[in-house]
């Protein structure tokens, strides 16, 4: 495998690629590029260096656009399909793991669509090749699977009155990754002082204000069964009475989840249970792992 290519040779590779179609790709010591039997000059690579973005712009056709540097979410506007002329490209990528916890979002004019969608989304690493129809926009090259990457401790809510952690939990990660149209997150908590209860079912949160796609993983706030299940987990009594349920995650909202036990109907961190597994227990530990599709992805 072939790791910390630089991204404009990524790029690069995305234009000959797509241009060449199956021929043959050989990257020479000496940066020309080998298709088939016909050898490029170096320009090839030189005339796909990326214009660096930082804040929304708008597209134009031909252009190579790196996406680097940045802070916040933005847009990616692209020009007219009809006006760019069928087969003309735009080609846009994002550059790393400094920006890892925000979205681009790419956005046709009114009337036009991506792949048969409104807009699509980058996130760190992706790289996307469109080409025009005339009349929208059609991805002939993408790569929108990421590594996992932190988002920072986890949040938790409940439906009546939130609970709080202690001060200092032994565990306290959230990490993500985006695999296709779909959000995979890894929930690690650990604490051996009490926190503070709250009440009504917890809630878990998704990463970076991302929203389940609930055509495709329906929620609910009061029939679990009618929710999609998204993924399972553990909670335990990690003190001298050791004790543990297993999990199951439903979406309760687009933005959260909830989580039950397998035995039974009652959830299994339901602060006015009994059984509960709660933030006010001296010591306890919390895994889940959640796949989730996404809007805009």
């Given at each position: 495998?072939?790791?910390?290519?630089?991204?404009?040779?990524?790029?690069?590779?995305?234009?000959?690629?797509?241009?060449h179609g199956?021929?043959?790709?050989?990257?020479?010591?000496?940066?020309?590029?080998?298709?088939?039997?016909?050898?490029?000059?170096?320009?090839?690579?030189?005339?796909?260096?990326?214009?660096?973005?930082?804040?929304?712009?708008?597209?134009?056709?031909?252009?190579?656009?790196?996406?680097?540097?940045?802070?916040?979410?933005f847009d990616?506007?692209?020009?007219?399909?009809?006006?760019?002329?069928?087969?003309?490209?735009?080609?846009?990528?994002?550059?790393?793991?400094?920006?890892?916890?925000?979205?681009?979002?790419?956005?046709?004019?009114?009337?036009?669509?991506?792949?048969?969608?409104?807009?699509?989304?980058?996130?760190?690493?992706?790289?996307?090749?469109?080409?025009?129809?005339?009349?929208?926009?059609?991805?002939?090259?993408?790569?929108?699977?990421?590594?996992?990457?932190?988002?920072?401790?986890?949040?938790?809510?409940?439906?009546?009155?939130?609970?709080?952690?202690?001060?200092?939990?032994?565990?306290?990660?959230?990490?993500?990754?985006?695999?296709?149209?779909?959000?995979?997150?890894?929930?690690?908590?650990?604490?051996?002082?009490?926190?503070?209860?709250?009440?009504?079912?917890?809630?878990?949160?998704?990463?970076?204000?991302?929203?389940?796609?609930?055509?495709?993983?329906?929620?609910?706030?009061?029939?679990?069964?009618?929710?999609?299940?998204?993924?399972?987990?553990?909670?335990?009594?990690?003190g001298s009475?050791?004790?543990?349920?297993?999990?199951?995650?439903?979406?309760?909202?687009?933005?959260?989840?909830?989580?039950?036990?397998?035995?039974?109907?009652?959830?299994?961190?339901?602060?006015?249970?009994?059984?509960?597994?709660?933030?006010?227990?001296?010591?306890?530990?919390?895994?889940?792992?959640?796949?989730?599709?996404?809007?805009?992805?």
């Amino acid at each position: 495998m072939i790791r910390n290519i630089s991204p404009s040779l990524v790029l690069a590779m995305m234009v000959v690629a797509t241009v060449h179609g199956a021929d043959p790709i050989t990257i020479n010591n000496d940066g020309t590029v080998t298709m088939g039997a016909t050898v490029s000059a170096p320009y090839l690579l030189a005339s796909a260096a990326p214009i660096t973005k930082t804040d929304a712009f708008t597209a134009t056709a031909g252009s190579l656009y790196l996406i680097t540097g940045t802070d916040h979410d933005f847009d990616v506007n692209l020009p007219p399909a009809g006006a760019a002329g069928s087969g003309s490209f735009v080609t846009c990528a994002e550059d790393g793991y400094a920006q890892a916890n925000k979205q681009y979002t790419l956005r046709p004019v009114a009337g036009e669509q991506i792949d048969g969608r409104s807009s699509l989304v980058l996130v760190h690493t992706n790289g996307i090749r469109l080409m025009s129809d005339g009349v929208g926009w059609h991805s002939i090259v993408k790569h929108v699977d990421t590594e996992f990457v932190a988002a920072g401790p986890i949040p938790v809510s409940a439906t009546t009155t939130n609970p709080s952690k202690p001060a200092s939990p032994m565990v306290d990660v959230m990490q993500w990754r985006r695999r296709g149209d779909s959000v995979q997150v890894r929930y690690q908590y650990r604490h051996n002082a009490a926190g503070v209860s709250g009440s009504g079912a917890y809630l878990l949160s998704l990463p970076n204000g991302f929203l389940a796609n609930t055509s495709l993983t329906p929620a609910s706030t009061t029939v679990v069964q009618s929710a999609g299940r998204i993924g399972f987990g553990m909670a335990c009594n990690s003190g001298s009475s050791y004790s543990a349920v297993t999990l199951m995650a439903y979406m309760y909202d687009s933005s959260r989840f909830a989580m039950w036990q397998m035995s039974d109907s009652k959830s299994a961190l339901y602060a006015t249970s009994s059984t509960a597994y709660v933030f006010s227990l001296t010591n306890l530990k919390l895994t889940v792992e959640v796949m989730v599709p996404i809007q805009g992805w």
